[in-house]
């Protein structure tokens, strides 16, 4: 079967970490999250070691995940961070994550948010428009401060992956073309509040080759040389996150041999290299267990209905993306090609269509895998299904890290 490699099966059942999956889902009740430390941390120190020979910091794309034990993970391990709101810099400042080592990126970071960070002095926000600019210095001023500016730049490079998650064409919304950049640095540089220190670009996610990162990667370095040729110069290049992971039967390049070409690259050129991973650390150390609940044959197809849904795990729903999906517990029987479904009321309401999926029968646990990045971030409270408890095992045991959410949370701040 084709199932993620930390798995071990003892007994026909599937253990993580040494872990019964089966006793995780009775302690901590179905639908739930858990997510594997080793996993982790492991994807962590592959970037972190490969990045050795070079000056580095590895700002962990929190969005991907940012449930605040597997922040505390990644704290731990000398991660640092890269927020996009004013909620996920709560979130890291909470977790014990170093922001005055974060990144701040987004395309529309409001005013609010601007002066929270620049309060918790982060080391630089990756601007996106003039305006923005603008905003910032004025906000600095008044906070007496200074604050660390690096442009986004839009490369205009396809990276070959699903147009949702594509960001680093000019059609994208995302950054600024290299004149319009140039334009905001020689402002910046002008200002100051302001301390130019970056040059940054995201080209997009679950990218499985090394090949447009580099392309991008030597358009930064142009720039950066024209901005040296002028008097501006730099100490920081990022090349963003968006190194892909095993789904189905993709085969993207380890975080190590990425970290190895960057390295090479990167070697020489004075700059300290910041990498924004999110997936590839967090997406094969958490999984989706869910119960099956009901096995319905109509005249056309064959449904397993478990009772995790698209609120809880909305990637197949809105992307149509392929999640490998493992009965917990293996037994005797014909494999069939089913949907798998949740209770959700809509038709896009489904973990796995046309599945070819070994016997399971009402009462079965199935893990969903690779669900660590932009699972639980992306779920909703969608049909008032409250959301889900999360669980982290390690060599040592497991322990619930979030409570399921109660109906009175369901309601909580509401009045009548
Ligand atoms: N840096 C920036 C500026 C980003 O926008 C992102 C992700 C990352 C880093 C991290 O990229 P990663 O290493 O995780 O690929 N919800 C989608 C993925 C959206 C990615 C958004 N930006 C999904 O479930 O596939």
């Known amino acids: 079967m084709n199932m993620p490699k930390s798995f071990e099966i003892q007994d026909g059942r599937i253990l993580w970490s040494g ?64 927020v996009v709101s004013g909620g996920e810099l709560f979130r890291a400042q909470k977790a014990g994550l170093p922001v005055k080592k974060a990144i701040f990126s987004s395309v529309g970071k409001g005013e609010d948010e601007l002066r929270e960070a620049v309060r918790a002095e982060i ?17 600095a001023e008044e906070e007496g401060k200074v604050a660390g500016v690096s442009v986004r730049i839009n490369p205009d490079i396809d990276p070959g992956t699903h147009p949702y998650i594509s960001t680093g064409l000019e059609m994208n919304k995302f950054g600024l073309v290299p004149d319009q ?17 970056g040059i940054q670009a995201h080209i997009g996610s679950q990218i499985c080759s090394i090949q447009p990162f580099m392309d991008s990667l030597d358009r930064l370095l142009f ?5 040296e040729s002028e008097g501006i110069s730099l100490q920081y290049l990022s090349v963003g996150g968006g190194l892909g992971i095993q789904y189905n039967d993709e085969n993207p ?16 050129t004075g700059l300290t290299l910041i990498m924004e991973p999110g997936r590839s650390i967090v997406g094969p150390g958490g999984i989706l267990l869910t119960r099956v609940l009901y096995c319905k044959q109509t005249p056309r197809k ?17 992307y149509k993306s392929y999640h490998r999906i493992v009965p917990v517990v293996l037994r005797e029987g014909q494999s069939a090609k089913v949907d798998v479904v949740g209770p959700v009321c809509e038709t896009g309401d489904f973990l796995a269509q046309d599945r070819e999926m070994p016997s399971v029968q009402p009462g079965d646990l199935l893990a969903v895998c690779d669900a660590g990045a932009y699972g639980y971030t992306m779920s909703s409270n969608y049909n008032s299904r409250p959301k889900l408890p999360e669980v982290l095992v390690n060599k040592k045991g497991f322990r619930i890290v979030r409570t399921r959410q109660t109906y009175e949370d369901l309601i909580a701040g509401e009045s009548l």
Do not use: W
């Open 19 to 82: 872990q019964d999956l089966t006793q995780i889902a009775e302690a901590a009740g179905t639908p739930c999250y858990v997510y594997n430390q080793s996993v982790i941390e492991e994807s962590y120190r592959a970037y972190d070691e490969h990045l050795s020979s070079i000056p580095h910091l590895i700002c962990y794309a929190m969005k991907a995940n940012s449930s605040m034990a597997v922040l505390k993970v990644l704290a731990d391990v000398g991660s640092s961070v890269d």
């Open 223 to 227: 720039l950066r040389d024209k901005l």
């Open 253 to 268: 390049p380890s975080p190590g041999d990425y970290a190895d070409a960057l390295a090479k690259r990167m070697q020489d």
């Open 123 to 139: 080391l630089f926000f990756n601007i996106e428009a003039a305006e923005e600019l603008d905003l910032l210095a004025r906000i």
């Open 302 to 318: 064959r449904f397993v209905i478990v009772d995790g849904a698209m609120n809880d795990l909305v990637r197949p729903s809105l």
């Open 181 to 197: 950049a140039l334009d905001v640095y020689r402002r910046a540089f002008r200002m100051p509040q302001l301390k130019v220190l």
